[in-house]
């Protein structure tokens, strides 16, 4: 049992920090960008709700009932005798693999808040000759900001939950959305903010393929940083009094909103200059600098509070993935904290150096296997296989594995008896069904 818990506060803005992160500001309107706008966001609030809701809380509710790590987690409540149950904690790795490339994109935004107080590049063409190489060429540059980054979740974390991650997260967090609303307000003021609301919200499904689904569930995922072990490792040290489904929909609501004010506010700016929301993963570091720069005083203004609240949102995020980690060394190895979160973050880091390089000229011929580069590898493997597979995992744990009477009287209380129902129906049947038929199609064996 943890001595340090979260405040009431402090746990809805350490799970809300979790969530809220370069998946929304970053991801999301780019791929929304790429699968055709209103009819992906449709299909991701449906996942959100639906599959990624339903594991979100069954992660809650594990953590809240053992207060343990992971693995111990799983072990106390599997049945009598069976020691296989226990190795689902072990999906933290996944925590461990994500946190490895991610600060790469916390290192390219801390560039581009350099970038902002200097020179932004002056066109898209400009702007997309400068970022390809800087990820090809900028290795250096890349290694200095990427170690920064991970000694402040270092710092971090060896500070513990209480002192570490929860002050962070109260900083932060609200900072964040002070920025974005700001940001929102004056982008409501653009010529583009009204395309930009009909690009997100109107629904058209000929530009929609079934690949489009499974990105959108991917994405539920990974927003809502379920299937890894961060929500259950957080929620092990929530305090007796936070209410969890008031708790829940105030972090998924936030998540939400926050994905789609930055969708807005990305696409207000881009549309007013009539530029086209498709570069992919540069949307965020070619597109808009271009813009910014054409805004002249006011973008670099926009810039440079962008790029920090991006910066703010990832790094509390990056250090919800290796808590679990750090939690399992601690209570299952007797590892002290300082020693845990310097062997975690020595790992990450040593992956993520080989992610870096495998992006430059010098050594992607080494570092690329089919032709992609370990950065995309990692990428793709986390959120398109290994978050679902823990999320399945999960779900079946908690539907069918776990005591029901255990699992009833510890949430029907927060729920009542038609929502738990309910949520227990979609946890057993959709969410495990609804991900196994998706993994099919992504392996190739099932084709629609
Ligand atoms: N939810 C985070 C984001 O949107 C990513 C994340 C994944 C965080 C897994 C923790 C664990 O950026």
């Known amino acids: 049992m ?64 053992v207060k343990k790590d992971a693995v111990s987690t799983f072990e106390t409540l599997s049945p009598k005798n069976n020691k296989y149950f226990k190795y689902i904690g072990f999906s933290f790795i996944t925590g ?51 170690s920064l980054v991970f000694y ?13 991650i929860e002050k962070l997260n109260n900083l932060l967090i609200p900072a964040l959305f002070i920025i974005f609303l700001g940001m929102f307000l004056y982008s409501t003021t653009m010529s583009g903010f009204g395309k930009a609301f009909e690009f997100m919200f109107y629904v058209d ?23 890894v072990a961060t929500i259950l490792t957080y929620s092990a040290s929530i305090s007796d009094d936070t209410h969890i489904l008031k708790a829940t929909f105030f972090v998924v609501i936030m998540d939400i909103l926050t994905a789609f004010i ?42 440079i509070f962008f790029f920090i609240a991006l910066a703010f949102a990832a790094i509390t995020s990056a250090v919800s993935m290796i808590e679990p980690a ?22 990450a880091y040593f992956i993520g150096v080989f992610a870096i390089l495998s992006m430059s000229n010098e050594f992607k011929e080494y570092l690329s296997v089919g032709g992609k580069n370990i950065f995309d590898i990692l990428d793709f493997f986390t959120s398109a296989i290994l978050m679902p597979l823990g999320g399945i995992a999960i779900s079946i744990f908690v539907g069918y594995i776990m005591d029901k009477e255990l699992l009833r009287s510890s949430l029907e209380p927060y729920m009542g008896k038609y929502i738990y129902s309910s949520w227990l129906f979609i946890l057993r049947f959709l969410t495990p069904i609804a991900i196994f038929i998706l993994m099919l199609k992504e392996i190739g064996v099932l084709n629609f």
């Open 152 to 164: 402040s979740i270092y710092f971090i974390i060896k500070k513990g939950v209480k002192k570490g």
């Open 326 to 347: 750090v939690m399992y060394l601690i209570e299952r190895r007797g590892v002290k904290r300082a020693k845990a979160t310097m062997i975690i973050t020595f790992i």
């Open 2 to 65: 943890y001595k340090n818990r979260f405040s009431r506060v402090g746990y809805v803005l350490a799970i809300a920090g979790s969530a809220i992160g370069l998946g929304n500001i970053w991801k999301f309107p780019y791929i929304t960008g790429a699968n055709g706008g209103g009819a992906f966001v449709l299909v991701f609030l449906l996942a959100v709700f639906t599959i990624g809701l339903s594991i979100f809380i069954a992660e809650i509710i594990l953590g809240k009932i």
């Open 205 to 227: 499904f000929s530009n929609f393929n079934t690949n489009s689904i499974l990105i959108a569930v991917g994405h539920a995922f990974f927003c809502l940083s379920v299937g």
């Open 96 to 146: 461990v693999l994500i946190i490895s490339f991610y600060p790469i994109v916390i290192a390219w935004i801390l560039h581009y808040i350099v970038l902002s107080f200097d020179t932004l590049p002056k066109s898209v063409s400009e702007a997309e000759n400068y970022f390809l190489n800087y990820t090809q060429t900028g290795v250096f540059s890349q290694l200095f900001y990427f």
């Open 262 to 303: 930055s969708g807005l506010i990305i696409f207000a700016i881009i549309f007013s200059a009539n530029a086209t929301p498709d570069k992919g993963a540069g949307l965020v570091f070619i597109t808009l600098p271009a813009i910014f720069y054409e805004m002249g005083s006011i973008g670099t203004i926009f810039a």
